[in-house]
């Protein structure tokens, strides 16, 4: 490449609020090697504006809320590399870009600790009703009379009982060992063999079966879409807790509700839905057993800071033509 040459690459977000967090732009690496073009809206651009200003891009950085479809790749002919800023890559078509010889990059690993953070967090506060309970001294049913019921907000021990694993992934880990911590005995299931210290690895049946919580930790992909369906709800073990923080498209929502709904499942904590924003008229919010986040797993400053920081490298690796540290798509490239 010739050594004056500065790459143009299109960014979907501008960042600015985490910037002004931080006090640092994690854009400014690209404004001084490239020709960087930041999308100027609050939101991100629709998909024709997407489609048209990655053009003539070499580099693109998005966010998991970006669809960066085949059309956008398709219409993308100097692309070189996609740099996202999520560990999540199924907004991306990375079959239509490894296609091309395009590199995908993401953000792994920086987002472990706090997205089990998350998840423990949403089994603490499904199985001890925390928002319910909260709720209530807002509202000012916590009144003199009631002032100590003994069986008022009678939740579910989590110390003591049987988590279990879907995925035994670097999340699915990070939560283990918290679970560890409080005395749980930890099944896992995973289509390939794990041998991690006190995760008993076991046929996805027999997790749903045998476990008190259950918590989502696969990618979302053509064989896990659906994984945890009516099916998987008839066999999980009544009066189980449901957490998920993968991808919504991993649980059917509408055989969830209806689990919730029955009993089968005592509550369920959700980060993530088939649909995101969740629509209106989404019957998950009638339901009170049911602790609803809107997609922030990652969310702590010094997490999103990090992923920005990576995709940034990821993204200026690429249109250097330099290794990027996490790309999604290195195998199937390298077997091209
Ligand atoms: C979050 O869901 C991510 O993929 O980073």
């Not at 299931?189 to 259950?214: I, K, M, T």
């Not at 339901?287 to 997490?303: C, E, F, K």
Request: glycine share 10%; aromatic share 4%.
């Amino acid at each position: 490449m010739n050594p004056g040459h500065r790459p143009r690459v299109f960014v979907t977000h501008s960042m600015a609020g985490l910037a002004r967090m931080v006090d640092r732009d994690p854009l400014a690496p690209l404004h001084e090697r490239t020709e960087c073009v930041v999308w100027p809206g609050p939101l991100q651009p629709e998909p024709r504006a997407l489609r048209e200003a990655a053009t003539d891009c070499e580099g693109l950085l998005c966010l998991l809320t970006d669809r960066v479809d085949g059309d956008v790749i398709g219409a993308a002919r100097s692309l070189r590399v996609i740099s996202s800023c999520s560990v999540g890559v199924d907004h991306i078509d990375v079959a239509a870009a490894t296609a091309r010889g395009i590199r995908v990059g993401f953000t792994p690993g920086v987002l472990t600790e706090t997205t089990a953070d998350l998840a423990f967090a949403l089994l603490l506060a499904a199985s001890r009703r925390i928002v319910e309970a909260d709720g209530a001294v807002r509202s000012g049913a916590w009144t003199p009379d009631r002032r100590w019921q003994l069986d008022g907000f009678l939740g579910r021990d989590l110390h003591a009982s049987t988590l279990g694993l879907v995925g035994l992934g670097p999340i699915a880990q990070a939560v283990a060992s918290r679970a560890h911590g409080f005395g749980m005995r930890i099944l896992g299931w995973s289509r390939s063999p794990h041998r991690l210290p006190g995760v008993e690895q076991v046929e996805l049946d027999a997790l749903l079966a045998g476990s008190d919580f259950v918590s989502v930790h696969v990618a979302l992909a053509e064989e896990t879409h659906g994984l945890i369906d009516a099916d998987a709800f008839a066999r999980i073990r009544p009066g189980a807790v449901l957490v998920n923080t993968s991808r919504g498209g991993i649980v059917d929502e509408l055989a969830l509700v209806a689990a919730l709904r029955s009993g089968r499942v005592a509550a369920a904590g959700l980060d993530v839905f088939a649909t995101e924003p969740l629509p209106a008229d989404s019957p998950l919010l009638g339901l009170d057993n049911v602790v609803l986040t809107p997609h922030i797993g990652s969310a702590s400053t010094a997490t999103r800071l990090r992923m920005a920081d990576l995709a940034v490298e990821n993204l200026l690796a690429g249109v250097l033509g330099r290794p990027l540290r996490d790309c999604a798509n290195d195998a199937e490239l390298a077997a091209r």
